[in-house]
């Protein structure tokens, strides 16, 4: 059963517009999400994160949305940049357990068009 | 501190052989995750260990394969008898005990290609 899911397998927009990057879950335990970027041949590298106690969290280009009630979250770029071309993982986790393992969705490969 | 360290990062073995990995976690991390990554999909867990301790392994992990990390720092993963089916990327993470517990640190990998 696929608890994180990317439905896109791949978005492709223009430098300088918006990227907008979806996720879903089903596990209600889930109380922490992440996003990670990824590039070929390289390990994940964590991009931003947001806690189920708030709605949206914000670093400089990128914003995380998170709908609770939909248990949807969405991972704004804005403005787009070719070199945010990569492949970009939805993760969540639950913080009452005590592994915190990750569980990642499929990913969504993204690419800026210049 | 450079990061969490992986060794081999490419790896070409013939089936039925053994293949040993090995992660360097970054040092004051006391958590350390293995994962795995086959084409079109997102990384799977595969086993966490707090310190030395091994407390958790996925069913995924079969008995073909083992994990251990010695005196809480570094970590090997072992699979023996290698089937192509085993063909992926291995992920180490590792991560504190602090705030930011849930945030894993990843190392770049070790690409297994099973002949």
């Known amino acids: 059963d696929q608890q994180v899911k990317q439905n896109s397998p791949s978005l492709s927009v223009q430098e300088g517009r918006i990227s907008i990057l979806n996720c879903d879950y089903t596990?209600?335990?889930?109380?922490?999400f992440l996003w990670y970027k990824k590039y070929p041949a390289e390990g994940p590298t964590f991009l931003i994160s947001i806690s189920s106690i708030k709605d949206k969290n914000e670093d400089g280009r990128f914003t995380v949305f998170l709908n609770k009630s939909a248990k949807h979250l969405s991972l704004h770029i804005v403005p787009s940049q070719p070199g945010d071309s990569a492949v970009y993982f939805c993760?969540?986790?639950?913080?009452?357990?005590?592994?915190?393992?990750?569980?990642f969705g499929k990913g969504t490969l993204l690419t800026v068009n210049p | 501190d450079t990061g969490v360290s992986q060794d081999p990062r490419h790896k070409i073995t013939k089936r039925g052989q053994n293949v040993t990995f090995r992660c360097d976690p970054i040092s004051e991390h006391n958590r350390l995750y293995w994962y795995r990554q086959t084409l079109g999909q997102g990384p799977e867990f595969l086993t966490y260990?707090?310190?030395?301790?091994?407390?958790?392994k996925s069913r995924l992990l079969s008995d073909r394969f083992s994990a251990e990390r010695p005196k809480g720092s570094f970590s090997t993963l072992e699979i023996q008898r290698t089937e192509q089916g085993d063909s992926a990327m291995y992920l180490c993470a590792s991560s504190s005990s602090g705030g930011d517990r849930m945030l894993h640190t990843f190392g770049s990998g070790t690409r297994l290609t099973v002949v």
């Open positions: 596990n209600s335990m889930f109380d922490y």
């Open positions: 993760a969540a986790t639950g913080s009452g357990g005590s592994n915190y393992k990750l569980t």
């Open positions: 260990f707090q310190n030395e301790a091994q407390l958790e």
